[in-house]
């Protein structure tokens, strides 16, 4: 099975013949199984030879820059295999068509709802004191225009922040800060969104769908925003799922964080993160409608497919849902 690499060090990606290597600072060569990756992550400095770039380029491997502060820089994005005119001028009338638009974002608000709820209830059945959270996230109400949409969501966004003070044993959390993130809670929010955003982006890739028409957000110049939607719907249940457990379980401490201008991940702390995320997007749950078991990772792929059918008019779309 494909995996995702992740480069956390300065260095240099190069290519000889077909093999790829990664040449830290001060360090040897080390060969890349590039039949064994479907997406490249640097979170260091790294450089590309033009072999390099051909060589990912022709296998189909978006690689994604991301700044110290876990921000997402940009990506060297393959031309597109998959593709369909019918689907891509269906996405952009939903997009264009501002009643279908409305119920598409609303369902990702939907889900994000849900999937928030669900985590609290979970911590709630623990003792921890949400009650209070819970109360305003399922009491708001998500309806009216996109603006109207996004405001809603923002509101269960706060909410559900605040509510980290009584989930987590340590790291206060005061409010959402991201440029940079400002205290260490917000350094490990914004890397974990950083990985998903990233991992959205690279199963849209392997559909259909356009990864700049998107829904909730406002298409832009610089990020593919579809991706932003869809990695709202997977954050309580991936990202804040694997905060809790590092923080709770002592896995990340203060020792794992650097303080700059913001305050940010350390490389140890980048990579513990790393290999927690990873192991919860190959973990698989049993899938209520298809009746198998899938994988975290796979979920996004699924959410992706939902839309077209959902666009080409084949079955209405409902976010996903998680549950327990």
């Known amino acids: 099975m494909k995996k995702p690499l992740y480069i956390n060090s300065h260095g240099k990606l190069s290519r000889k013949g077909n093999t790829l290597f990664f040449e830290a600072m001060d360090e040897d060569k080390k060969t890349l199984p590039i039949h064994a990756i479907n997406e490249i992550n640097c979170h ?26 876990s921000y997402y ?11 369909s005119g019918l689907v891509v001028v269906k996405q952009s009338e939903y997009y ?41 996230i399922e009491n708001e109400e998500i309806k009216g225009n996109i603006s109207q949409i996004m405001s809603s969501e923002g509101r269960i966004w706060n909410h559900y922040y605040q ?14 800060e991201i440029r940079p993130p400002a205290s260490e809670l917000n350094a490990l929010i914004s890397f974990g969104n950083s990985l998903l955003y ?20 406002e298409p832009s110049e610089r990020r593919f925003s579809l991706a932003l939607d869809l990695a709202d719907i997977f954050k309580p249940i991936i990202v804040s799922r694997i905060i809790f457990k590092l923080i709770n379980t002592n896995m990340i401490t203060e020792k794992h964080f650097q303080k700059d201008v913001g305050v940010l991940l350390n490389e140890k702390g980048r990579k513990i993160f790393i290999a927690e995320y990873q192991k919860k997007l190959e973990t698989t749950i049993q899938h ?31 976010s996903f849902r998680m549950w327990w």
């Open 44 to 69: 260091g400095k790294v450089s590309l030879t033009s072999g390099a770039s051909t060589i990912l380029m022709k296998e189909g491997i978006p690689i994604h820059f991301f700044n110290k502060y």
């Open 288 to 318: 209520q409608t298809l009746k198998k078991k899938v994988s975290y990772k796979y979920l996004i792929r699924l959410e992706c497919y939902k839309i077209i059918k959902h666009i080409i008019n084949d079955k209405i779309y409902e």
């Open 163 to 176: 509510s980290f003070n009584n989930i987590i044993k340590r790291f206060e959390f005061d409010k959402r």
């Open 96 to 136: 264009l068509n501002e009643e279908k638009r409305e119920f598409i974002a609303k369902e990702f608000v939907k889900g994000i709802k849900h999937n928030i709820v669900t985590i609290l209830k979970y911590y709630s059945k623990k003792g921890k004191d949400l009650d209070f959270y819970l109360e305003n």
């Open 198 to 217: 990233s991992n959205c982006l690279s199963e849209i890739y392997h559909t259909y769908l356009h990864p700049s028409i998107s829904f909730l957000h």
């Open 73 to 83: 820089e940009g990506s060297l994005y393959p031309k597109i295999n998959l593709n």
